[in-house]
């Protein structure tokens, strides 16, 4: 795996372990123990919902120890003046002229469909390390890529609001 992941993002996902640990894992074993206690489990439907829920939460929290056991650390610190994690970026795509802004985020914070683009996406690899005004290629795969313009770059801090991706 050897996703980049930064203190923080590690952080938030110790504190989901725990919180899943602790809080949601008791309640979920003792919805699983009052549906088994319903009698007959062939047809239980409850027990069913509620055993799937509990094995959620378990793969969920082995998904979470496994990233942060392979992870490779990274520093969510840049240059004011390039391009580095937490920063958002507008560009301007050389094919046709539109303009987008990304938010820079590690992988385990990353939503396209939200402007969060991860470190490791393609357009985060071109992107990284980079300054305004700098032309970029963003290489999608070896036969097909294309040019960004970096217009501008604002440096922002690493929020709460950029949640930790599930599956």
């Given at each position: 795996?050897?996703?980049?992941l ?6 938030a ?10 809080i949601?894992r008791?309640?979920?074993l003792?919805s699983?123990?009052e ?5 007959d489990?062939s047809?239980n439907?409850?027990y069913y919902?509620?055993k799937?829920e509990?094995n959620k939460?378990e ?6 120890e496994?990233?942060i056991k392979t992870?490779?650390?990274i520093?969510?610190d840049s240059?004011e ?5 937490n920063?958002i970026?507008?560009v ?38 980079h300054?305004?005004?700098d032309k ?8 097909y890529?294309?040019y960004?313009t970096?217009?501008s770059?604002?440096?922002?801090e690493?929020?709460?609001s950029?949640?930790?991706r599930?599956?």
């Amino acid at each position: 795996m050897f996703n980049q992941l930064t203190q923080k993002d590690i952080a938030a996902m110790e504190a989901e372990i725990e919180e899943r640990k602790l809080i949601i894992r008791p309640k979920l074993l003792e919805s699983v123990k009052e549906a088994r206690a319903q009698g007959d489990l062939s047809e239980n439907f409850e027990y069913y919902a509620a055993k799937r829920e509990k094995n959620k939460n378990e793969s969920r929290i082995r998904f979470l120890e496994r990233m942060i056991k392979t992870a490779q650390v990274i520093s969510d610190d840049s240059k004011e003046d390039e391009i580095g994690i937490n920063n958002i970026v507008e560009v301007e795509f050389e094919e046709d002229g539109s303009i987008e802004k990304y938010k820079i985020v590690t992988t385990m914070r990353g939503n396209s469909l939200e402007g969060l683009v991860s470190v490791e996406s393609p357009i985060g690899k071109a992107l990284m390390g980079h300054k305004a005004g700098d032309k970029v290629y963003v290489q999608v795969n070896t036969e097909y890529g294309y040019y960004l313009t970096i217009r501008s770059i604002e440096n922002t801090e690493d929020s709460d609001s950029d949640k930790i991706r599930s599956f």
